[in-house]
């Protein structure tokens, strides 16, 4: 995949590909902008449906005669729709997308638009529902066709003539359009973390105005990544349904992503956050962004180095989103960030950040597992800090925290590819003396995530406590409404990538728990009745030890963190949505069988709900089977919508009239909050139910209430026993 995408570059860009990566292919002199061309929208009728033949247009805002009307399609490559020839298919999802730019208040009821057909000056009007012949010289916006394909692998393909420059304070911007939307990739926010930078915080980007947004950046150093990772990689992507004429002019609600990945691995890069499918269906615009991981995001030193790259690396990149997303239709007062597993986390410890205070004001959640607590600068110096330095080749250098440090940036970023990023040797090294020094859980536990942020306690406010610290206290620095999420199997797939299949006895369910847990918590929870074994179910062990886990490290906490934010202050959170998510698609080959259907029990594994949600089962990777039926689809919708409206108004429930307006593609999630009137509630967490995100949704019981959660609480959740005992 990697191989045609550059091959894809070097004929675009030809010898500037030996240019520096910052200012590849810069902007030829050609490329239009928007303010020569007026706002432009791109539309696609998308129910991300697998045929991805939802109809593409573009319009031109501007009010001009038909011969400007012309040249303007003709000027990002493209000319005015064939309406009277277009399949009868074709025109009605247009005349659909023209009632939903009414109803949004961007096109005025009796606008009538420029379209190609038998008559020389053809409009249509939407008030008489018909074409009819205009006067040449009236001025209409107009309707052009997109004829670009739409981005269904990363091989996407740039069509020269769509690419488009937008300015943005000092920069020139030059990204291009797909069948879906405008997309500016691989913009960098930051300088390359090398050298001093490296193992240090981020610092704005200052390099070359001219930037070539049409290929991604480069993916951040990770072991097991498949293509080429570089440690100069802070770059993010922007996704648009909408340039305006000038920066401010319209504005639509931005949705900022950080990827998951254990803090070890991710890329924004990754097809299945190609934010197209949110840009083009709920009128978003969606960022995506790159952030350090494995030794080089997080790795503490001593006293001279700052700890928690990676999340300083959000929180510049919410600075530049804050500076630049006017340019690109975007509303800076109106940022919602997401991020699932440890994007979650990130957005946990966006949330604890006064540092971030104004850059965003809403939050999405997605499968955090919140048992876990963010290290303290001495965990990493006593535990961390030796393993790395040894795996790197300084451990010969650890006479001063100053030698070490200037190793460990003078090492080539391949070292810390092969000795820590992800290298299991190297990383369970550090899950063990993690474990046993600090956390005070098994290694399984720790295993999850070797590397972690660290709590700031040099006051310069990156994650400025504990979460649950900051809870209790009071001191949560950003209150926004914020919707909890997870999904009902999160640590299966994580217990039969190491776990055989070991029937339905209870002893065998024993063992498992003993290795899981701290003997007293296992026996706690053997004795209980909250996860019996099922007899009659074949692997009910694995099942039901994987459900312990999925209590222990996602559910539970969640539930008891939120029940005491909520009663020590209802104001924490302005908003407060918690839903779980029980129905999704396995996200790539390899996983465990339980995460695709099967004959045993269809889990809904961690990371099952991210195709869904992006509504990327249509342009997903490689490996992964094709719609397992149409619910699928139809619950990619629902989520995908679920999503859309809380980036758009801070709730998860769709506005009914708003899904009326957009027709058939919406049919489905309109007979959920339209005909059933299905409601995610606000979340009080003494409710006795929490919305239950299947296909169709229902509601189920509130777990943090359970007998299931009343055993951890009781022993006591990672967070409340961690402590560094060496
Ligand atoms: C890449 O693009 C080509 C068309 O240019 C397409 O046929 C192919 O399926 C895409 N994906 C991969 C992985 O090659
Ligand atoms: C897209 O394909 C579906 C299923 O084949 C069909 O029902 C629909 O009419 C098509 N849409 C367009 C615009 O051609
Ligand atoms: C990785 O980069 C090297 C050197 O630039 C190049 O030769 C190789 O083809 C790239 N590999 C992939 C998978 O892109
Ligand atoms: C950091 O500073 C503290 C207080 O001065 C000192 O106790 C500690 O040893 C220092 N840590 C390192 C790794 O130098
Ligand atoms: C540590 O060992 C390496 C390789 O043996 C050597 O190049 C380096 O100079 C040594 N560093 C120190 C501080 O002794
Ligand atoms: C992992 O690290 C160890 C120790 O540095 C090294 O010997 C091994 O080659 C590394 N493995 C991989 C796959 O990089
Ligand atoms: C469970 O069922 C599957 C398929 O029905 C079978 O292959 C497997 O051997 C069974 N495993 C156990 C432990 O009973
Ligand atoms: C579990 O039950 C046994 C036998 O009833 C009892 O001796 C033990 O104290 C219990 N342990 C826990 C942790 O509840
Ligand atoms: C899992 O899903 C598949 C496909 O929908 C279905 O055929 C199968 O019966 C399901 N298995 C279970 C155990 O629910």
């Known amino acids: 995949m990697h191989l045609r995408s550059l091959a894809s570059v070097l004929l675009l860009c030809g010898p500037a590909l030996a240019a520096p990566t910052k200012d590849r292919c810069p ?20 129910n991300l449906a697998a045929e991805n033949n939802g109809t593409s247009a573009v319009l031109v805002y501007d009010r001009l005669t038909k011969t400007k009307a012309q040249e303007r399609c003709a000027s990002i490559g493209e000319s005015l729709f064939p309406f009277e020839s277009a399949p009868e298919a074709s025109r009605t999802e247009l005349v659909y997308q ?32 018909q074409t009819y012949s205009a006067s040449c010289s009236s001025k209409l916006p107009a309707i052009c066709t997109s004829r670009v394909p739409p981005t269904t692998d990363v091989n996407s393909t740039v069509v020269t003539s769509s690419k488009i420059a937008v300015k943005s304070n000092e920069y020139t911007l030059t990204g291009y359009r797909d069948a879906r939307s405008f997309r500016f990739l691989g913009v960098p926010f930051a300088d390359p ?70 803090f070890v691995s991710g890329a924004a890069s990754e097809i299945e956050y190609d934010g197209g499918n949110f840009a083009s269906r709920n009128d978003v615009v969606v960022v995506t962004v790159n952030y350090r991981l494995g030794a080089l995001g997080w790795l503490a030193t001593g006293n001279l180095t700052t700890g928690s790259y990676g999340i300083r690396d959000q929180i510049l990149a919410l600075e530049w989103v804050n500076k630049n997303i006017a340019a690109f239709g975007g509303d800076p007062a109106h940022v919602t960030i997401f991020g699932q597993s440890a994007g979650g986390q990130s ?78 040797s190297i990383t369970s090294a550090i899950a063990q003396d993690v474990s046993e020094n600090y956390l005070h859980v098994s290694q399984l536990i720790a295993n999850i995530e070797p590397y972690m942020p660290m709590i700031d306690d040099s006051g310069s406010g990156i994650i400025d406590d504990q979460f649950h610290t900051l809870l209790a206290k009071n001191a949560l620095p950003n209150s926004v409404p914020t919707m909890f999420t997870t999904v009902t199997d999160e640590a299966i797939s994580f217990v039969n990538a190491v776990v055989p299949n070991l ?84 996200g790539y080959a390899g996983l465990p069988e339980v995460c695709f259907p099967n004959g045993v029990y269809n889990a809904t594994c961690h ?63 309109y007979q959920v909050f339209g005909e059933d009137e299905y409601r995610i509630d606000q ?15 229902s509601t189920t019981q509130n777990p943090g209430l359970t007998e299931k959660c009343v055993v951890f609480e009781d022993y006591g959740f990672t967070f409340e026993n961690a402590e560094l005992t060496v």
């Open 98 to 129: 023209l009632d939903y730019l009414v109803y949004a208040k961007d096109l005025r009821p009796d606008d009538d638009v420029w379209v190609a057909g038998s008559d020389e000056c053809l409009a249509y009007s939407r008030t008489k529902k």
């Open 347 to 424: 957005v946990i410890a966006v949330l604890s950040s006064s540092a971030a205070q104004g850059l965003f004001s809403g939050a999405i959640v997605q499968s955090a597992p919140v048992d876990l607590p963010w290290y303290t600068r001495e965990v990493y110096s006593s535990l961390v800090v030796p393993h790395v330095a040894s795996a790197v080749g300084c451990g010969n250098a650890t006479a001063s925290e100053a030698s070490l440090l200037s190793c460990l940036r003078s090492v080539p970023a391949s070292y810390f590819l092969g000795g820590s990023s992800g290298n299991a």
């Open 503 to 586: 029937g339905s006895a209870q002893s065998f369910l024993n063992t498992l728990l003993g290795v899981a847990y701290p003997a007293a918590l296992a026996q706690a929870i053997a004795n209980s009745t909250a996860f019996p074994v099922n007899p009659s179910q074949n692997d009910s062990v694995r099942i039901t030890g994987a459900e312990a886990l999925t209590h222990s490290e996602w559910v539970c906490p969640q539930a008891y963190l939120l029940r005491n934010a909520v009663s020590n202050n209802p104001a924490t959170f302005p908003a407060l949505y918690e839903v779980e998510i029980t129905k999704g698609h396995a």
């Open 193 to 262: 973390p090398v050298d001093e930078l490296r193992l240090a915080p981020p610092r704005a980007y200052s390099g070359p105005r001219k930037i070539d947004a049409t290929k991604f950046g480069s993916p951040c150093v990770q072991a097991g990544y498949d293509g080429n990772v570089s440690e100069d990689c802070l770059y993010l992507n922007v996704y648009t349904p909408l340039l305006p004429e000038r920066p401010g002019a319209v504005r639509r609600p931005v949705a900022v992503y950080f990827y998951g990945g254990a």
């Open 683 to 697: 979340h009080n967490p003494r409710d006795e139910t929490l919305a239950l995100l299947g296909m169709p949704p």
């Open 607 to 669: 990371s099952n709900d991210v195709l869904p949600v992006w509504g990327t089962l249509n342009s997903k990777p490689q490996g992964v089977p094709t719609y397992y039926d149409t619910q699928d689809w139809l619950h990619s919708q629902l989520l995908n919508d679920i999503f859309g409206a809380f980036f758009r108004s801070y709730d998860p429930n769709p506005n009914t009239e708003w899904l009326r307006v957009r027709g058939p593609a919406y049919a489905s999630t």
């Open 27 to 46: 902007a030829g002199p050609n490329v239009p902008s928007p303010d020569s061309l007026g706002a432009l929208q791109a539309l696609h009728y998308n």
